[in-house]
């Protein structure tokens, strides 16, 4: 039982985030409430601060204070490599493993007839226009492997061909540091389908 019905609309708000269900967000309250000085009031603010100035980039879709973002604007990365991702999230995941020092696109999703989303509702003309518009010597589609994603990586795939830009894909495999004991099966058939010599 919370204190009230606004302590509940918080716990229902927090508990929509992906990771947090119900009980995860009753403890989350609980210790912004015990705690409001030294961090409600500060996650007020960041939260207010990211409503009011954080906007998709019109050039990628990365999410960023400005538009073009950082990454497109910057004039140190290689404007000939574009890595298309599925979400922001992936973006900065590649971001922080600093292997990739191109730019990006973001689809914002991907193919799913069962979620109802089709091509129209994803970025993919926009990328065609822009690989279209020249200066893209490779387009990495780095989509997660899944059955959807592999689904859309074939369509993104398809839509680039008549554009004659060279479209690869990131393996897939063994993760280094991981026990064969415990992959999937897809993991294990992937990496076997894409060994290499030694």
């Not at 009011?52 to 604007?73: E, F, Q, W």
């Not at 490599?81 to 900065?92: I, K, N, S, Y």
Request: hydrophobic share 40%.
């Amino acid at each position: 039982m919370t204190g009230g019905g606004e302590i509940e609309r918080l716990i229902e708000a927090f508990a929509r985030l992906p990771g947090l269900g119900p009980r995860s967000a009753r403890r989350a309250v609980l210790t912004l409430i015990k705690k409001r000085d030294r961090l409600m009031a500060p996650l007020i603010a960041a939260l207010e601060e990211v409503a009011a100035t954080v906007r998709p980039c019109a050039v990628c879709g990365n999410l960023d204070t400005r538009s073009p973002c950082g990454i497109c604007a910057d004039p140190h990365r290689e404007a000939g490599l574009l890595c298309v991702v599925e979400e922001v999230g992936d973006l900065w995941a590649l971001e922080r493993s600093r292997a990739f020092r191109g730019r990006y696109h973001v689809l914002g999703g991907r193919l799913s007839a069962l979620a109802g989303v089709g091509p129209e509702d994803l970025a993919i003309e926009p990328l065609v226009e822009r690989v279209a518009g020249g200066g893209i010597d490779e387009v990495i589609l780095a989509l997660n492997p899944t059955v959807e994603g592999q689904t859309t990586a074939h369509w993104v795939r398809d839509r680039l061909v008549p554009t004659g830009v060279m479209v690869s894909q990131l393996a897939s495999g063994v993760p280094l540091g991981g026990e064969l004991g415990y992959l999937d099966d897809g993991t294990l058939t992937a990496a076997i389908r894409q060994r290499r010599r030694t």
